[in-house]
């Protein structure tokens, strides 16, 4: 019996585990009923009676710390022709005009299926829509966040809703038609209805904010957020320096780049996490990693949008830890995110060995959980919360490494569909590849974004 007395309630049997860095053979982890590690065993040859198997490496679950669930219905069309960002945002827009609650809890529900099938365990879903398409607000004024939490519950996987603050069009200038619905007006009605929200009774919800850029919400609004954050002890999320044209306009509305302005009024420090940091100076830089403020790099959809290749080994460098998010969901693949953090360094520099294996799954469990507020998941060791998943070893991608390599194999060659199973909470959401609550996840996403395209 464990030394806290409680019960054991499932034993998952590992043929290989990373722990704490290094791959070992034989590791049986003891789970309690309420979905924490309660021992962790080494050396344990065989499965032991009435243990559940996990062929292959099992990893902390990853941590997906930035999306946008919604843009999963762009897949497939914004990627025909060219264009920028910005053509690719009025593309965004149109969709996000279409979604009512009903349909938005239909197309997150096999969004989140779908990054449970990934071996996504936690999501930050940035959340911006808010109202009605007119700007009205619902009945529940907090009808669409409420679609996401019951979406994740439905799809098994924790949720970290980052409630977003979105105010205005540019620096100076009001919401256009269809950013109406992101709008609650002024920072202090975005924190009355907000403060509104509610997270589940299991555990498996928590509640953040955000700033959705410096160009969406007014100077003299941001301190508002970060106080709401700061009351509450929660995260604080900030799109930051996506685009060049956002760093200029801000320098022609205050005079300074847009990390200067949200240090200016409280907005960084170890609780915020700065999502893409892609056009960034040497003295943002130093801000950030001064401050120990996180950087979020989405490198699938930065190149996907031809945004361009944040420095993350700088920011890394100057002190600020890292996470890893799929934002546009592009593909939603965290170990793609992970070694094309490294990958696009390489190009950038064309150099290699910016960051190790276990570097890189640091940052796609343990430093992505505490970018989401959960600090107690992302290492498999007692007392933690049982999140965890399992890549084959035995596939086309990652058959033939010593055990000794299987943490390079994973990084650097396994993709999303080498994930055989996915525990949250020490629950099976995965099992042998299949998910155990939405058996058809390509079914239930073909049918909620044709909803939503209709």
């Known amino acids: 019996m464990p030394a806290d007395n409680q019960p054991v309630t499932t034993t998952y049997w590992a043929e290989y585990a990373w722990l704490d860095g290094t791959v070992e ?26 243990a559940e198997p996990l062929r292959g490496l099992t990893i902390p679950g990853l941590a997906n710390a930035h999306s946008h669930a919604f843009h999963r219905a762009l897949r497939g069309t914004v990627q025909v022709g060219s264009g920028t960002f910005w053509t690719w945002r009025e593309t965004m827009y149109q969709v996000a005009s279409r979604l009512t609650p009903e349909s ?4 997150a529900r096999a969004v989140y299926a779908e990054m449970a099938l990934a071996g996504i365990t936690c999501v930050g879903e940035f959340h911006y829509l808010h109202h009605d398409r007119d700007g009205r607000p619902y009945g529940d004024p907090n009808a669409m966040g409420g679609a996401l939490i019951a979406a994740a519950a439905e799809a098994g996987i924790r949720l970290t809703l980052l409630d977003t603050c979105y105010l205005s069009s540019g620096f100076g200038r009001e919401p256009e038609r269809h950013q109406l619905r992101f709008s609650d007006g002024t ?13 589940d009774e299991d555990g498996t919800v928590r509640l953040g904010a955000a700033v959705h850029s410096v160009r969406a919400v007014p100077a003299r609004e941001l301190g508002t957020v970060a106080q709401w954050a700061e009351e509450r002890q929660a995260p604080l999320h900030v799109h930051l320096s996506e685009q060049p044209a956002e760093n200029e306009a801000c320098r022609e509305a205050h005079g300074c ?70 934002d546009s969901h592009a593909v939603i693949d965290l170990l793609e995110e992970a070694r094309a953090m490294e990958l696009d360094e390489r190009l950038r520099t064309r150099s290699r060995g910016h960051w190790t294996a276990a570097q890189l799954l640091r940052a796609a469990t343990e430093d992505g959980h505490r970018a989401l507020g959960w ?49 949250v909470n020490g629950t099976h959401v995965v099992r042998d590849g299949v998910h155990t609550t939405v058996p058809d996840v390509p079914g239930a996403l073909a049918d909620a974004i044709a909803a939503v395209h209709m």
Not at 28 to 48: E, K, Q, Y
Not at 295 to 324: F, K, Q, Y
């Open 257 to 326: 780049t847009p990390t200067e302005l949200l240090a200016e009024h409280g907005v960084t420090g170890p609780r915020t996490t700065a999502v893409h940091a892609t056009h960034l100076t040497d003295g943002d830089i130093a801000l950030l990693g001064g401050s120990s403020t996180g950087v979020c790099m989405c490198p699938t959809t930065e190149r996907d949008l031809a945004d361009g290749i944040g420095p993350a080994a700088a920011v890394r460098r100057a002190g600020s830890p890292l996470s890893l998010g799929s």
């Open 187 to 199: 920072a202090e009605a975005w924190a009355e209805r907000a403060g509104r929200l509610r997270a």
């Open 104 to 107: 938005y809890f239909a197309l």
């Open 375 to 423: 600090p107690q998941t992302g290492r498999l060791e007692a007392g933690m919360l049982a999140d965890f998943t399992t890549v084959a070893l035995d596939s086309v991608r990652t058959a033939g490494p010593a055990a000794r390599m299987a943490t390079e194999a994973v990084l650097f060659a396994a993709t999303a569909a080498d994930v055989r199973h996915t525990v």
């Open 25 to 50: 053979p034989g590791v049986a982890l003891d789970v309690s009923a309420d979905g924490r590690i309660l021992a962790v065993g080494t050396g344990v040859t065989a499965p032991p009676p009435g």
